[in-house]
């Protein structure tokens, strides 16, 4: 059974990043109100290259597009159609990017700072701010492409920060790294001339160790921040904060474990990513099928990043070999949510992981 999962995964590997590269569309727009918006943007390892790049995925019509070589991305695109990521060069050094959403229009954002290393870049749904990792221990941030202002010198190495939905706030954890305790969550107001401390709370356990970047996750009103924690107990925590007032929640994880959480409209509900590599729909309103299968790990493998549409009808996740070592190491899947017993379909291999585009119009 292994060797065949074996076989599998090396024929996915080998073939369908083939198969993306070559239905890509080269087109480019001169006018940003004709640039296909596309449904999901992924990063991924082409074949015969050391350098990753970015492509636009549209499922109605499966026709994936290269928009941008060498590029490592981390967050969707903004409302305005902009996209942000980090160059990496044969030399060493790195650029954090920004341009239009079909990948024209490419401008270096800090070019002048002298940042030994650029670890991500995330860009705000509004199009206003990016949040830039350097150094290993820094987060900045950077107000329409030219104001830059360093929010810590004590950014928890190995973690994501996260734009709230309506881009006016920032979360993130300070310490150490995402091994040791303390740890401290941390959310800034940025909508004024100079961003503004809403809260800072010590978290009542460790960050959930996961491969690639342990994330934060808002709600959808952005009131509340989630993340998952792990104390010294048998049971992972989901925990929920708000910046405003003394608000905080714990609901305990018993059993498979919790390495990533996304909440959904209904109170009590989430998607969680158990330690198994499973994906469960938990709903702690009930008790007797408080547990609801999403998609179920091989076994071999372990799926990281989930994501839902603006819909809810679907879910997008990157699933990881665990004797694949690379972060380009996982396959692209989606999965309909409103089917049930649903099979999740493939979309690309040699994939770190993918966003949907939410103002998709």
């Given at each position: 059974m292994k060797g065949w999962w074996q076989i599998c995964k090396l024929i996915v590997a080998g073939i369908l990043p083939v198969v993306l590269i070559l239905s890509c569309d080269p087109c480019r727009y001169d006018d940003i109100n004709s640039i296909p918006e596309g449904d999901i943007y992924f990063n991924a390892l082409p074949v015969n290259t050391n350098e990753p790049s970015i492509f636009q995925i549209d499922l109605n019509q499966f026709?994936?597009?290269?928009?941008?070589?060498?590029?490592?991305?981390?967050s969707p695109p903004s409302r305005d159609k902009k996209l942000v990521f980090v160059r990496d060069y044969p030399t060493g050094s790195q650029d954090v990017i920004l341009s239009n959403i079909d990948g024209t229009n490419q401008r270096i954002i800090g070019e002048s700072y002298h940042w030994y290393s650029r670890d991500f870049a995330?860009?705000?749904?509004?199009?206003?701010?990016?949040?830039?990792?350097?150094?290993?221990?820094e987060l900045w941030i950077v107000r329409n492409e030219n104001t830059f202002i360093k929010l810590t010198n004590n950014f928890c190495k190995g973690t994501l920060p996260a734009f709230s939905?309506?881009?006016?706030?920032i979360a993130f954890i300070e310490g150490k790294d995402i091994y040791t305790s303390p740890q401290t969550l941390v959310i800034y107001y940025l909508a004024t001339d100079q961003p503004q401390m809403l809260c800072k709370k010590d978290l009542p356990g460790q960050i959930v160790e996961i491969f690639g970047e342990p994330t934060l996750s808002w709600s959808k009103d952005g009131a509340l921040v989630y993340c998952s924690l792990e104390n010294k107990e048998t049971f992972d925590l989901i925990y929920a904060t708000s910046f405003e007032g003394s608000y905080?929640?714990?609901?305990?994880?018993?059993?498979?474990?919790c390495g990533q959480v996304i909440p959904t409209s209904q109170e009590n509900v989430?998607?969680?990513t158990g330690r198994d590599g499973s994906i469960w729909l938990v709903n702690f309103n009930e008790l007797a099928k408080r547990y609801q299968?999403?998609?179920?790990?091989?076994g071999f493998s372990y799926n990281l990043f989930p994501m839902v549409d603006k819909n809810n009808s679907y879910m997008l996740y990157t699933r990881f070999y665990r004797d694949e070592m690379s972060i380009f190491g996982g396959s692209l899947e989606v999965v309909s949510l409103?089917?049930?017993?649903?099979?999740?379909?493939?979309?690309?291999?040699n994939v770190y992981r993918g966003f949907w585009n939410i103002y998709k119009k």
């Open positions: 026709n994936p597009r290269e928009i941008i070589k060498n590029g490592r991305l981390y995330l860009i705000s749904s509004n199009g206003m701010f990016i949040a830039i990792g350097a150094n290993g221990k939905p309506d881009g006016t706030k905080e929640r714990t609901w305990e994880v018993e059993f498979i474990g989430f998607y969680i299968f999403i998609s179920q790990s091989s409103q089917e049930k017993n649903a099979k999740p379909k493939i979309l690309c291999s």
